[in-house]
């Protein structure tokens, strides 16, 4: 995974590398999917959600511009995976979800695996997680309407968020950097797929297929 996948598509950060080869990724999904594990798609996770395929982790961990120690928030937990990568390389680990049933399962797998540097929270990701903002880097794993300001403004100065902005169907990775108090510098990555961002400064419903 890490040499096909990762390091050819040009993950070249040792951080980012070393923490996709530290992670067991098939810990993080059902039985039945576990030699499916390390393809190169993503994976249903249960409650209609899925873990990400590994290049999205990689590349979404890498575009955080992480140097170790960082306080991280990821909004979206689901299966916990990417959280266990973050928390590889950063100090500390924040993560919300807003499915009780994921969260627990998350939780379960990441306590009996050692990871001692990760606070689950279940509740609405899009408000962000003010009692311990700023935070050194945000990742938030739905897709979302729009760059949710409530997220931004929990940035430390220098901070970084990568969140997916767009449609329902189809959003582009953004990279917002805070430069200072009020200035902020927006990029766009690549073109992605993600279940939707649910919630007061999300989408509102899920629209009719
Ligand atoms: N990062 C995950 C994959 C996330 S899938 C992993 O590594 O497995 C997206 C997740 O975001 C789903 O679990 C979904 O329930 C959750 N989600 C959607 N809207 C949310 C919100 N407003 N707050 C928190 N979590 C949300």
Not at 9 to 31: K, S
């Amino acid at each position: 995974m890490v040499e096909r996948q990762l390091k050819a598509r040009g993950i070249a950060d040792p951080l980012v590398v070393d923490a996709m080869l530290r992670v067991p990724r098939h810990l993080f999904v059902e039985e039945a999917l576990r030699n499916q594990a390390y393809s190169d798609f993503p994976l249903p996770i249960g409650e209609g959600q899925t873990i990400s395929q590994p290049y999205m982790v990689a590349m979404m961990t890498e575009a955080l511009l992480l140097v170790g120690g960082e306080k991280v928030l990821e909004i979206g937990t689901g299966s916990g995976y990417q959280a266990a990568v973050l928390s590889r390389i950063a100090a500390q680990v924040y993560t919300i979800e807003r499915s009780s049933v994921l969260a627990r399962k998350a939780r379960a797998i990441l306590d009996s695996n050692g990871y001692a540097n990760i606070s689950i929270r279940v509740g609405d990701g899009t408000l962000g997680w003010s009692g311990e903002a700023p935070f050194d880097a945000i990742m938030v794993t739905a897709g979302a309407p729009a760059v949710v300001e409530e997220i931004k403004r929990q940035l430390a100065i220098n901070g970084r968020l990568v969140i997916p902005v767009g449609s329902f169907k189809e959003q582009v990775l953004k990279r917002v950097i805070r430069l200072t108090e009020s200035d902020f510098r927006e990029e766009n990555l690549l073109s992605c797929r993600f279940v939707p961002l649910l919630g007061r400064h999300g989408w509102q419903d899920v629209p009719q297929r």
